[in-house]
């Protein structure tokens, strides 16, 4: 059943209370930032909400993140798994390391007199772009769309995609300029000690631009910057929120130990995650309170691309999780086609059709391409939809039934 679009009715005009309810969270807003931080009242969307902002009890960026909290693409995540599904049950979900992303940069932009209502935003916004199965989906998917011509997968393009053109029914969730703004922006990986950011991108021109050359150009994103502080603060602190993740299922596993990692590491950021966090949050607080940007010092950023290049060698790139990523990705690959032909069938009943397509506005079915239709369902998906539609369409119904009652 397709979810209302409507808000709840805007308070009575008059009422004295919602009066002095908005007036004071404006006037404390404008006590509590510094000069330089994201203030509410300079939010743009691209249409006029049902309740405008100026007439909201929650300010626009908390509106923003709760609208992203109760929407699809946000349920479904919380099904998700980190890169290391294929090895087994200890795999991290990928909603624990964006709880985690979201309490640190909270903490970071409290500290820093920034807006912590929009970094949440922007922090709970960043994931929605992922596949199912982590990295070895987008990867699959990615690769996939280069190879036939149609452009690339990018995962905060496509977060953004989700979140403006493809939730609510095609009609978008109508979030605001700078939360957008900092979810394309926020690649998580380790390129540069100092995230500057460019305010004279925040226009939808660009946005729109930006994420145009991110769905057609491989690595994009790499020069999209946010332009704001708090964005430059997300992007900082998805690098924690990766390694985090990536490390302790590193542990869990068993590919690696706490004393494998290099010296290096252990000595500048520790060996437990939250050691790390606590380091490098400290760092950037100390290099960045009352600048003009978000900043480690150079030992915290050796440290860190030494961690990156070491998790990289000995836990993302061993030939175990390599094997296992190929193998999955051939999966990937046979669902692909299995949705594309269901698409060109035009069989209703099949769940490309009963679960997205119908629900999708004329324009959308009219206008975009089968292969980035196929691409926008299954990175929408969880991880269990495409196991379980894997097995019901390639596996004998026979084989099925024996293990089923083997396991009644």
């Not at 991290?92 to 309490?103: D, P």
Request: hydrophobic residues 40%; charged residues 25%.
């Amino acid at each position: 059943m397709a979810r209302s679009s409507k808000s709840p009715a805007p308070p009575p005009r008059g009422n004295l209370t919602y009066v002095r309810i908005i007036r004071n969270n404006y006037r404390n807003e404008q006590k509590a930032l510094c000069l330089r931080a994201a203030k509410s009242r300079h939010a743009l969307r691209r249409r006029e909400p049902d309740i405008p902002d100026r007439a909201n009890i929650r300010l626009a960026y908390a509106h923003d993140a709760d609208t992203i909290l109760h929407c699809r693409a946000y349920e479904r995540y919380a099904e998700k798994t980190d890169m290391f599904f294929p090895l087994g049950g200890s795999a991290s979900r990928r909603i624990i390391g964006l709880q985690y992303a979201v309490k640190i940069a909270r903490t970071l932009a409290r500290c820093l007199s920034l807006n912590e209502d929009l970094v949440e935003a922007v922090s709970y916004a960043h994931g929605l772009g992922n596949a199912p199965f982590g990295k070895v989906g987008s990867d699959f998917l990615s690769q996939h769309l280069r190879s036939i011509g149609v452009g690339v997968y990018s995962q905060p393009a496509q977060a953004v995609r989700a979140l403006d053109a493809l939730e609510n029914d095609g009609r978008g969730l109508n979030l605001t300029l700078q939360t957008l703004d900092g979810v394309l922006a926020g690649r998580c990986d380790v390129q540069e000690p100092i995230i500057q950011p460019n305010p004279k991108n925040l226009n939808w021109n660009t946005l729109d631009a930006n994420i145009s050359s991110c769905l057609r150009v491989p690595e994009a994103e790499k020069g999209v910057y946010p332009a704001s502080l708090e964005g430059c603060v997300v992007r900082a602190t998805l690098i924690l929120a990766r390694f985090g993740s990536a490390l302790e299922d590193g542990v869990a596993v068993g590919l690696i130990q706490r004393n494998d990692l290099p010296k290096e590491v252990r000595t500048t950021l520790g060996e437990h995650y939250f050691d790390i966090i606590n380091r490098v949050v400290m760092d950037v607080i100390d290099h960045s309170y009352e600048q003009d940007h978000i900043a480690f010092s150079e030992e915290i950023f050796a440290a860190l691309r030494v961690l990156s290049g070491f998790i990289a060698e000995r836990i993302v790139n061993t030939p175990a999780v390599q094997d296992e990523s190929r193998r999955l990705a051939h999966v990937l690959g046979d669902l692909y086609g299995l949705f594309l032909d269901d698409l060109d069938s035009g069989d209703e009943s099949r769940a490309i059709y009963a679960l997205y397509v119908k629900t999708m506005p004329e324009q959308y079915r009219r206008e975009t391409p089968a292969s980035r239709i196929v691409c926008d369902f299954m990175a929408g998906v969880t991880d269990d939809f495409l196991v379980e539609q894997y097995t019901r369409r390639f596996f004998p119904h026979t084989i099925i039934s024996k293990f089923q009652k083997r396991g009644s």
